[in-house]
C-alpha cells in the first residue's frame, strides 16, 4: 500500500538516499517491513526540483528495484528537495498516471493509504473538484482525486487547510455512502520552498511515518559515522519506514498530525478534518 | 488518429488478416495512407470472442509493428470475430486503460476519431454516465466517455438508438459550451454475435470506412485468388482502409450509416443522431 | 530465483491452473514459499500448443501478478500442454529475450536456477553453441545458453542424453575456470507431445520440484473435491512449489532425476551430466 | 534505420535541442525526412556527462515522440555535452539493451546504420572482442558488437584508430562470408571532453551526417535570430538531419571523414578502415 519518502536540506545525490541505505526506498519496494503489502512493485515515482522550470517527475510503471533508468537518474540527478514513491497497487490499474507523485503547477503530491470504497464515492469526489481542473485528472487513483480537492480546496492560499477540508469532504462524502473510517493516509506535499508531512486517518490508526531528528542532535549521537556527520542542521528526511536501525535518528509523527518542514524552525501541528 | 479492422465470419487465426495482407493493420500502424496522421503507433488493442467466458482483449502500449506478443497472438488464436485497433493519440496519454476496444460484458467497442474541445467537455459527459458505471471508467480518452454514454443510453436494448443517442447528447453538449462539429467518428461495435459499423461526423466529413463485398461476388471477380476463394457468403470484413488495391473487394460505408453485420443478411442504415 | 508450472492432459482453459488455485503461479510471483527469493517479479513467459503452428510465447517484463494482458489470456486460451514462468532475475537484464519459456521449433524450454559463475563462462559456453543457432540466440541469460548447448548437444534426437551433455558441458567448463558447484537447475522441457521436468544441482540440493500424484489415487483421496475429480488418468501438474496443501496430491521429484510426462505410463529416469 | 544528435559546448537544458527546433529529433523519429525509414519508433536514449560520476543514460523501448519521462529529463536536465539516438530496428529486438547510447566506463557511443549479414557474422564479431569485455555485451545488435569490437581494439589510447580497426575487421570478416558492402555507418562518440563524428561506409554511400558551422558565422548570418545569437564559440552540434531549413547553419560532413569536436580548435581527418 505504497511506501515513500521526502528529502528537503542540502543538494543530494538522489541514489544518496534511494539506494545507498541498507534499507533505502527501493529495497523497501521488494521488501518492506512495517506496511501493509510487503512487496510495492506496481510502480513509482520520483519529483524533484531543480534545473529547469518547475518540479520534474520521472514515473514508471516497472518495478523500481529492477529499473534501470531509476537508478541513472539517482545516480546523476543532483537536488536540494525530492519526493520518492513506490506503490502497491489497491485495485486501480498499474499505469504511469497512477503513479505518484502527482503534479500541478510547482505542487507535488504523493500518498500511501486508501479512500476506502472508492468506486461508489469517485463520482461525488469528482464532481466536487473544480470544473477548471476536471480535465487535468488523467488516471484513475484516489490519491489523485485527493489532489485535486486539495487544489480546488485552496491548496495555494493555506496548503494544511485546503488538506483538511478535501479530507474533510472525503469523509463527509463517505458517511452519505455509509462508508466507514475512509480515510487512511500518509501525505508528502511540497511547492519547492516548504514540504509538509501529513499523518491522518479516519479511525486513528495510521500508517507509519517518521521524520529524521534534529541534524546536531544525530551527529553527537553518532560521531563515529561519516555519512552523518555531514547532515546540515536544515537538512530534514521524511520516511514511510526508518532507512536503518541506528537508534536516535527517527522520530515517529504522531497520529493526526502535519509536520512542516522549511526554512528556518520546522513546525508540527495537530491536523483535523473540516468540514 | 487511429485505424481498426474488424472480421465477422468463419473462424480465422487472427494473423491471416492482421498481418498477412499486403496492407494490412499492423503495416497500417506503421504508414496508414488514408488517415490523418501517417503513424499510428500510440498503442493498439485486440478483442476477440472465443474460448473462455465473454470477449478477450490484449492491449498495449507498444507500436502494433513491434509488439512480439501480438506477433505470437495473432499466429496462436483463431475467432471468428474479432476487432483490432491501432492507436495514434489525440493528446491523452499513452497507456493501456485508453487502448480500444473498450469493453464491457459481452460489448466490444472501437473508434477511430476524435470528440473536439474533450477536455472542456470531459466534465459534463461523464456526469451523464449512469452512476453505476462511472467507477468502470478506467481511462482518460473521449473514446471510452462515448461507450459508456451508449452503455448509459441502452445500449444492451438497441444499440443503434443508443449510439444515437450517445452521439446526439455530445452534440448537445459541444453546443452548449460553443464547441463546433464535435463529433468525428467511425465506430466498431460488437456483442459477440452482431457487429455495427458506423460511420457518421458532425460536419459531415467523416473518416473513410470500407466493408467487403459479398462473398459471392469476390469469389466470381477473383477466381485465381486462393484466398478469396476460401471466402464463405456470411465473412465480412469492416476496415478504415483497405486491405488491398485489388478491384470490386471493397465497398465505401456511406457517410451517415451504419452496417450491420450479422447472421443472415446484413443491413444498412441512415444514422442520425438524436436529442 | 524463479519458480514455473507445466501442464501436460485434457485441454484447459489457464486460468484453471495458472490464477485460480489457492497458491497458483501467479500468487507464487508475489509471495514464493520455497524459492531463494520471495518475489519473482522480473517478468514471466507462458509458453502453449493449440491453434497456429508450433508453441505460442507470450512474454512481459511486467510482474506476472499485475499483468492485465496474462489475465485475459489466461482466461480465454485453451491448451491441453503448457508451460509458464515467474522469473527473479540473478543480474541479467529485465527484457523479454530473457524470460522463458525460450522456443526453438517445436521446443519450449524453462528453467530455475543459475549457473555459478556465468559471466566468467559466458564466452566459453556460446563458442561450443553450433555456429548455426549462434545468432539465435537473442537475450543474455545463462537458461538461454544452455538451452542452445542442449539444442547443438542433438536435443532433437535424444533430449535426455542432450541435456545431459549440456550440463556436463557447463560443469565441465566450470571446472577449467575454477567455479565450483556451477549448476543449480530444474528444468522444463516440451516438444509438444512429452514433457520431461529435470531436477539437478552440480552440489546435490536442487530446488524443490514436484508432480501431481497419479489421478486415479487423487480422485480415491478426495472424492468431495469436484476439480480433483474431472482429473484424468493422463493428466500432470508439474510445479516448482505444490498449487495448494493438500495432502497425497504431490510428489517431490528426487535430486538428480528426469521425470518423462508422455501418452500412456510417465517415466522416471536418474540424470546425469556426461562430459 | 536511426537518426541521432550530440551537443557539445555551453550547459544547456537538454529539451532546447530534442523538442524545441522545428525538426529536432523527436520530430525526427515521428518523420525523418532524409533517413531509409521515415519512422524511428522503436526506443531511443539519451546520454549525458554532468552530475555524479561518469555519463548518464536514459533508454527507453516506447517510441521517443510519446515518452512522458523523456519530456521531463530533456526539461530538467542541463548538460555541456550530451547524445541522443531514436531506433529503427533493422531486425533485433526490441528492448532497452538494444537502444543507444551504449557505455562503457566514460564512453558513450551511438550507431546510425546497419552490419549487412549480421546474423552470419555475429559469432567470428564476438570471438573477436576482448574476453574481459565479452559478458559486458547485454543485447544483440550490431552496433554493440562494433562498439565493444573498438574498445577491444584500444579505445582509451587512440579512439579514431580503434574504429578504423574495429570497421577494419569487420569488413575483413565480412568478406571472408561474402557478405559485400557491410557497414553502412554514421557514428557518434564522446568521452565527456572530446566528441567523435564518423562518417563511413563500405560502399561510399553514407547515412546524412551535419554539423553545425561555425559560431561566429552563424551569429553573422542572422542577427536578427536570438537563439542563434546565444551561439558560443565552442558550441557545436552534430546531427543526421538539419534541426532546421535557415541557410548557412549546417555543413556536411563528407565521406570517409571523421570529425573531432574538442576544447579549441575542432579537427576534420580522413577515415580509413585499417585491416
Redesign the interface.
Known amino acids: 500500500m505504497c511506501r515513500w519518502m521526502a528529502w528537503s536540506g542540502q543538494p543530494l545525490?538522489i541514489?544518496e538516499l534511494l539506494f545507498a541505505p541498507p534499507h533505502g526506498l527501493v529495497d523497501q519496494s521488494?521488501?518492506s517491513r512495517m506496511g501493509v503489502e510487503?512487496?510495492n512493485?506496481?510502480g513509482f515515482g520520483l519529483g524533484?526540483y531543480?534545473?529547469?522550470?518547475g518540479p520534474?517527475?520521472?514515473?514508471?510503471?516497472?518495478?523500481a528495484?529492477?529499473d534501470?533508468?531509476l537508478r541513472?537518474?539517482a545516480?546523476?540527478?543532483?537536488s536540494p528537495l525530492f519526493i520518492a514513491h513506490v506503490r502497491a497497487?489497491t485495485g486501480?490499474?498499474?499505469?504511469?498516471?497512477n503513479c505518484h507523485p502527482f503534479r500541478h503547477g510547482r505542487w507535488l503530491f504523493v500518498h500511501n493509504g486508501v479512500i476506502a470504497g472508492?468506486?461508489?464515492l469517485?463520482?461525488d469526489l469528482?464532481?466536487a473538484v473544480d470544473?477548471s481542473l476536471?480535465?487535468a485528472?488523467?488516471?484513475?487513483t484516489d490519491s489523485e482525486v485527493l489532489f485535486h480537492l486539495a487544489l480546488s480546496f485552496g491548496l495555494d492560499e493555506d496548503p494544511i487547510r485546503a488538506v483538511e477540508r478535501a479530507i474533510g469532504f472525503v469523509e463527509e462524502t463517505a458517511e452519505r455512502h455509509g462508508v466507514e473510517a475512509p480515510v487512511q493516509a500518509s501525505l508528502g506535499l511540497s511547492d519547492g520552498t516548504r514540504l509538509w508531512a501529513f499523518r491522518y486517518s479516519s479511525e486513528g490508526k495510521s500508517r507509519t511515518l517518521f521524520s529524521s531528528c534534529d541534524a546536531a542532535s544525530v551527529r553527537r549521537l553518532h560521531p563515529e559515522n561519516e555519512r552523518l556527520q555531514r547532515l546540515r542542521d536544515e537538512d530534514r528526511l521524511v520516511v514511510s519506514e526508518p532507512l536503518s536501525d541506528l537508534p536516535g535518528i527517527w522520530e515517529s509523527i504522531p497520529e493526526a498530525t502535519v509536520l512542516v518542514v522549511q526554512p528556518g524552525d520546522d513546525e508540527q501541528r495537530p491536523f483535523r478534518p473540516s468540514r
Open positions: 545525490i541514489e521488494l521488501h510487503t512487496t512493485g506496481d524533484w531543480g534545473a529547469g522550470d520534474a517527475v520521472y514515473r514508471s510503471v516497472a518495478p528495484w529492477g534501470e533508468n541513472e537518474l545516480a546523476h540527478v543532483e497497487t486501480t490499474a498499474i499505469q504511469q498516471t472508492f468506486p461508489e469517485r463520482r469528482m464532481l470544473p476536471f480535465a485528472i488523467q488516471g484513475s
